[in-house]
């Protein structure tokens, strides 16, 4: 079964397949792909490229602007994430509080520092690595930090939890101007800041690679992060 989002809306598949119980992975397509993982009709599994789970899964949109779908039936066992009517219920209101909360942090891969614990410390911290220390869930983190943020508690940095990543040569680079700075030593972030093409310029290099097929630990949330702040655009820029 496959289709465009625009005859059947997401909310209209998801209860087909929880309906008619059927057993497989619905592969979400569009600008953020993720996929869905149904056993007899209840959600086990969901997420971005490698980054699974209820988390990752609510933020992921419920009703995308566009895309394609695709569901393909195949054996799968697990335990539901939750059951399908909370899960659906949860997964709308978590997905609209990132729609809030991600306009003033951006993405959780952001560095904030200030007065909170956890962002008082040297350089500040992203909101993941605040939530992984924590041992918070992220939306409340993100939330958290939005509230300090808009009350001048929390400044946001330039810096983002993906700059450590730290790409090896490869032909999957292509010509890209940056393939020539991969040198599977320097990380992204010096890249950005000591090659002249900028922080914009390798987060869509980034994004573009993903999407193209590069594959690493951790490139579902980086993708995820990747694709909130290019929606963003201009507004990431951290005020003079």
Request: charged residues 20%; proline residues 5%; neutral net charge.
């Amino acid at each position: 079964m496959r289709g465009l989002l625009s005859d059947l809306p997401l909310l209209g598949l998801l209860e087909l397949v929880h309906e008619s119980r059927q057993t497989g992975v619905l592969s979400v397509g569009g600008e953020l792909p993720y996929t869905v993982t149904f056993s007899q009709g209840e959600v086990v599994a969901g997420g971005v490229l490698d980054w699974l789970g209820l988390e990752a899964l609510q933020t992921c949109p419920l009703s995308p602007q566009g895309g394609d779908f695709e569901f393909e039936s195949r054996s799968i066992a697990g335990r539901p994430l939750q059951a399908y009517g909370p899960l659906l219920s949860e997964w709308a209101r978590v997905s609209d509080e990132w729609a809030r909360v991600s306009r003033t942090v951006g993405s959780p891969s952001r560095v904030f520092r200030g007065e909170l614990p956890l962002f008082s410390e040297g350089e500040g911290r992203s909101v993941r690595a605040a939530a992984r220390r924590s041992n918070r869930p992220l939306i409340d983190v993100a939330a958290e930090v939005a509230q300090a943020t808009q009350a001048g508690r929390l400044e946001a940095t330039d810096d983002y939890a993906w700059f450590a990543l730290v790409l090896k040569p490869s032909p999957a680079h292509g010509k890209h101007p940056i393939s020539a700075f991969l040198d599977g030593q320097r990380n992204l972030g010096e890249i950005a800041r000591r090659s002249g093409l900028g922080v914009g310029e390798v987060r869509r290099y980034l994004l573009g690679a993903i999407r193209r097929g590069l594959r690493f630990s951790g490139s579902g949330w980086v993708m995820r992060d990747l694709v909130w702040e290019e929606q963003l655009g201009s507004q990431l820029q951290k005020p003079a």
